[in-house]
């Protein structure tokens, strides 16, 4: 079936730093690919996505591209803040049940 | 007022007691979602519905039951309460024109 799997965590960086998460999926057909951010005690919520192989999501700072070669999704940061710690969801949906399908998240501490 | 939202926030019962967690939306959408959320497992759907008449199971509904008792709500149940359900459930909504996911704040349960 089809599965999302993420960069262990804890990641923790000083402030400035370059962030990657990888992410990497396997499925049939074309899914969307999802980053979903969850700071403290709060919600999931939508960072950014792409739709179709090449497409490049951004919000924030943040970017991903969506790479049907290698079946990536990385997240990247030039330059991160102590507001962005959090932990970080790489997704892909199921595109006729809309469900999506979740990797197990991945914490970022940033330190000033 | 949040556009999904999810009582109680924070539940401790005692093993073999039945649970009902509500879930309330403002947005209009057809499909919602439940899911749970574990340490190092991600989000792990259990169960689906694209509108009142149509539930769906998820990949991890065994001990759990749900209601749509309109479109605005979908309560999650726990017939018979164990330890293992001890997790952070989270409801969401989904937009059928972006395909992205709304969730609630979450709900906190621990079973005893």
């Known amino acids: 079936g089809d599965s999302v799997t993420q960069m262990e965590g804890p990641v923790t960086l000083s402030e400035e730093a370059c962030l990657t998460i990888n992410c990497t999926y396997t499925a049939t057909g074309y899914p969307s690919l999802f980053w979903y951010v969850q700071y403290p005690g709060e919600g999931l919520q939508l960072l950014l996505k792409?739709?179709?192989?090449?497409d490049k999501g951004s919000n924030k700072g943040f970017e991903a591209t969506y790479r049907k070669e290698t079946t990536s999704f990385h997240l990247e940061k030039g330059s991160v803040q102590v507001s962005d710690s959090a932990v970080y969801f790489c997704a892909l949906s199921d595109n006729n049940t809309g469900k999506l399908i979740f990797g197990q998240g991945t914490t970022l501490q940033v330190k000033p | 007022d949040a556009d999904v939202t999810q009582t109680p926030r924070n539940r401790i019962t005692k093993t073999g007691k039945r649970i009902m967690l509500e879930c309330s939306q403002t947005k209009g959408h057809d499909r919602m979602y439940w899911y749970r959320q574990d340490p190092g497992l991600g989000l792990r759907l259990i169960y689906y519905s694209f509108d009142v008449k149509d539930i769906n199971k998820g990949e991890i509904s065994d001990g759990y039951s749900v209601s749509r008792q309109a479109q605005a709500k979908f309560s999650l149940s726990l017939e018979s309460a164990i330890p293992n359900q001890t997790a952070l459930y989270f409801c969401?909504?989904?937009?059928?024109?972006?395909?992205?996911?709304?969730f609630g704040e979450g709900s906190r349960l621990t079973v005893l």
């Open positions: 792409a739709t179709k192989a090449d």
């Open positions: 969401a909504t989904r937009s059928a024109n972006t395909g992205e996911l709304f």
